[in-house]
């Protein structure tokens, strides 16, 4: 074996032995919440036009694009009536935390989708809202759970490390999206 092949042979088993070390770490590094082989439902109430919207999102292990299509226009701009697709994503993070609560509660939905013009004036309103909002983008959602204190729905959230989370307790609402993990 010449000199070259023996230096290659070395860098492999080396890589092997780290990748071998690494892989129970990494193992342990929490995943966003994926689809599984049930059927999920997720139950709204929208706090601004007061419709109700109870659905299977996931049936079988898959999307049904229907109530997607429904939970889009449910999830729209309330101000403009703009629909826009949402992540679903987030309605796997939102089904996540019930599971991890213990709990059927109805999700209060204070904001999801917001159209730029809407998150432009929002934004000339207060200093708390973004100007690349995720909620332009159809990955967040401002939310309660009927029942359950927004502190434990947002300790719920942080824990699972799927989303940015962030608490308005003078509002009673927590925000929850599908970027990366951080919060506020």
Same mark, same amino acid.
């Given at each position: ?9 070395? #860098? !492999? ?6 990748? #071998?070390?690494?892989? +129970?770490?990494?193992?342990?590094? @929490?995943? &966003? @919440? &994926?689809? %599984? !082989?049930?059927?999920?439902? =997720? ?12 659905i299977? *999102?996931?049936r ?15 999830? &729209? ?6 629909? *826009? @697709?949402? %992540? +679903?994503?987030?309605?796997?993070? =939102?089904?996540?935390?019930? $599971? ?12 999801? *989708?917001?159209? @730029? ?21 159809? $990955?967040?959602?401002?939310?309660r =759970?009927?029942? !359950? ?12 490390? #799927?989303?940015?989370?962030?608490? *308005? ?16």
């Amino acid at each position: 074996m010449d000199r070259r092949s023996f230096l290659a042979l070395g #860098a !492999k088993a080396a890589a092997g032995i780290l990748v #071998a070390h690494a892989a +129970p770490a990494l193992a342990a590094v @929490p995943t &966003r @919440p &994926r689809a %599984d !082989k049930g059927t999920r439902n =997720l139950a709204f109430y929208h706090t601004h036009t007061r419709e109700c919207l109870d659905i299977n *999102y996931l049936r079988n292990g898959k999307y049904d694009f229907k109530a997607l299509q429904q939970i889009n226009k449910y999830l &729209r701009d309330f101000r403009t009536s703009e629909v *826009y @697709p949402i %992540d +679903p994503e987030i309605l796997n993070i =939102l089904w996540t935390i019930q $599971q991890e609560i213990g709990c059927r509660s109805t999700y209060e939905i204070i904001s999801a *989708y917001r159209s @730029p013009q809407t998150n432009q004036k929002l934004r000339g309103n207060s200093d708390g809202v973004a100007k690349r909002s995720l909620h332009m983008q159809g $990955q967040a959602v401002d939310i309660r =759970l009927t029942g !359950k204190n927004t502190r434990m729905v947002r300790d719920c959230a942080v824990a699972l490390e #799927a989303g940015g989370v962030g608490y *308005y307790a003078a509002s009673d609402f927590v925000h929850i999206d599908t970027g990366k993990f951080r919060t506020w």
